[in-house]
């Protein structure tokens, strides 16, 4: 079972919008409707901001939101801002034998 | 408010072992299935496996690169989850969250500890 393929990075303006893709397989993102979106903070735990492709935890801002096609999940942040520099990584649910949960691989974003 | 808060990580010889705590306040535990979620040094997430609750029989599963090594338990008592790791190997060395899972059906994480490190090397 590979790591989810994510962009190692994305930037924008502040803001701008960008969009974070997550790329499975049937298996995974694409098997189940089941993909969720966390935020890290250097040197902090992740933070869950989107579950089930595009729901919003409560406290969770508007500006994140998501959407899935085929074996590829997206994150969409708009109006993008400084707090929002950090790493995102998605994760779905997998059929796999020797997984039950796979992450992304991981995307830096910068804002410029 | 959700506090999840792990302790026992530290510096062990390979093929050496090490239990790690977590414990739980401000929900219901006994009612959650409960997750360790590892990150190695400037690297991404990996599941390292759940217990679930009573209700599901307390049963455990496990990623490939720990199963047979490391062991999941819990005490809804204490409020507290556990990971006994054995034939610790220097890829290993990760900081390890422990995690509610939002449901039984699949849909990810919603609460995190703050880690506790754990670093395998002689």
């Known amino acids: 079972q590979s790591a989810l393929t994510q962009p190692a990075s994305v930037s924008g303006s502040p803001g701008q919008s960008i969009t974070i893709s997550c790329t499975g397989t049937?298996?995974?993102?694409?098997?189940?409707?089941?993909a969720s979106w966390y935020q890290q903070h250097p040197g902090k735990a992740p933070k869950l901001i989107l579950y089930d492709v595009s729901n919003r935890p409560s406290g969770v801002s508007d500006r994140f939101s998501g959407s899935k096609s085929g074996n590829t999940a997206s994150l969409i942040i708009s109006g993008l801002q400084a707090e929002d520099e950090a790493d995102y990584y998605c994760?779905?649910?997998?059929?796999?034998?020797?997984?039950?949960?796979?992450f992304g691989t991981g995307t830096k974003v910068t804002v410029l | 408010e959700v506090q999840l808060v792990e302790s026992g990580g530290g510096l062990v010889q390979p093929g050496g072992s090490l239990r790690l705590s977590c414990a739980a306040s401000g929900f219901t535990f006994s009612d959650h299935y409960m997750d360790w979620v590892r990150q190695a040094p400037g690297t991404g997430l990996e599941w390292v496996g759940r217990?679930?609750?009573?209700?599901?029989?307390?049963?455990?599963e496990y990623a490939a690169s720990v199963k047979g090594r490391f062991t999941i338990s819990r005490d809804d008592s204490k409020n507290s989850l556990y990971l006994q790791m054995n034939s610790l190997k220097t890829e290993d060395t990760a900081v390890y969250y422990c995690?509610?899972?939002?449901?039984?059906?699949?849909?990810?994480?919603?609460?995190w500890g703050q880690g506790t490190q754990v670093t395998v090397s002689s």
């Open positions: 994760s779905s649910f997998t059929s796999s034998s020797t997984l039950r949960y796979v």
């Open positions: 217990a679930r609750n009573k209700a599901n029989l307390y049963t455990t």
């Open positions: 995690a509610t899972s939002l449901n039984s059906h699949g849909s990810g994480f919603d609460n």
């Open positions: 049937s298996s995974d993102v694409g098997g189940y409707n089941f």
